[in-house]
């Protein structure tokens, strides 16, 4: 059975103690295009090819990466505190906390050289080796358990070994790949432009299945604690996905915009990003109840999530990077 559930419909029932605290929001510029945590700091990557590195507790500027020519559409943090990063049909790969980068074994010998600003003004220079992806656009990244690398393109959907370089692509879409999000039993989902959702067995690389639904592009998707997805659409819906069966279970209904970011609380909470709006809201068996809102001055892009204190990390169209405290004593 599908449940349609409409935008500000009900009231929490369980509403959380405390209030979103918005400490200092980061820098005016160019669209920020892609958030990610690595290492307990949150990076943002922007239109400008700009990556900052920020710190969480009091909003400041950390570090930044310059040096890129293109748009940095996805970032994914690596387990050893790398990040990887696509900026135009290249993947690259850079050390924020160290300021240097271990070339693979057997990877391809295309040296990008990138300066990273210290708050002090000096420079370090970086070697990032980088996976060429020809003419076809890298659009989205995904970080897997083993340690690779799925990645979307303008097609296909592939994965790439930051070890060894290899990279292999195991399916397609109709239209641009817009977003990935890995399945708690391994499996690989991805969203795209053609208002689809695959699921894809990267053991033995093969097409399981195909969400079919929403009415228009695929903008976000997110893993909930207990193993459903969550996809946000160009619709200006939310759907919620059993993905075992394929069966579609709730439609979140009445945003205003386009739900362009999704992401996951450590307590199982859903926050999304729509229009100006960050909210959160508290998935059940039953209902989506509404418990927290935050209204930016700018179009909400990406969002990320930090454990430890509890912050929602929303970058905007306007460049601000917001840092939402949940406080919640």
């Not at 799925?150 to 959907?157: C, K, P």
């Not at 009415?215 to 604690?225: G, M, Y």
């Not at 307590?267 to 935050?294: C, H, K, M, N």
């Amino acid at each position: 059975m599908t449940a349609n559930l409409s935008v500000g419909a009900g009231q929490s029932q369980n509403p959380i103690e405390g209030q979103i605290k918005e400490t200092p929001e980061g820098v005016n510029g160019p669209p920020v295009t892609a958030l990610a945590v690595t290492g307990g700091r949150p990076v943002s990557g922007s239109a400008d090819g700009t990556i900052r590195l920020w710190n969480p507790a009091n909003g400041q500027l950390e570090t930044a990466l310059k040096g890129l020519t293109d748009c940095v559409y996805s970032l994914a943090g690596l387990p050893d505190g790398r990040l990887a990063m696509n900026s135009g049909s290249t993947i690259r790969l850079w050390d924020p906390f160290k300021g240097q980068l271990q070339a693979p074994a057997d990877f391809a010998h295309e040296l990008v050289t990138v300066a990273a600003v210290l708050p002090d003004g000096r420079l370090v220079q970086t070697d990032a080796l980088s996976f060429q992806g020809g003419d076809d656009l890298v659009t989205v990244l995904a970080m897997l358990p083993d340690g690779r690398l799925a990645y979307g393109t303008l097609n296909w959907v592939g994965v790439f070994d930051p070890v060894n370089g290899d990279q292999d692509r195991i399916g397609r879409h109709k239209k641009t790949v817009t977003a990935l999000a890995v399945l708690p039993d391994g499996r690989l989902a991805s969203g795209s432009e053609d208002k689809t959702i695959k699921l894809w067995n990267l053991a033995c690389e093969r097409l399981e299945g195909t969400l079919e639904g929403h009415a228009d592009s695929i903008q976000s998707l997110a893993v909930l604690l207990d193993g459903r997805l969550a996809s946000g659409s160009a619709d200006r819906t939310i759907k919620l996905w059993n993905t075992s069966n394929g069966q579609l279970e709730a439609t979140l209904e009445g945003h205003t915009e386009s739900v362009n970011a999704l992401a996951v609380l450590p307590d199982g909470r859903l926050v999304f990003g729509s229009g100006e709006v960050v909210a959160v809201w508290e998935p059940s068996s039953a209902a989506i109840i509404q418990t927290l809102t935050f209204v930016a001055d700018a179009e909400i892009n990406r969002l990320a999530v930090i454990a430890a204190p509890k912050t929602i990390i929303a970058g905007d169209n306007a460049g601000r990077v917001h840092f939402l405290l949940l406080d919640e004593s």
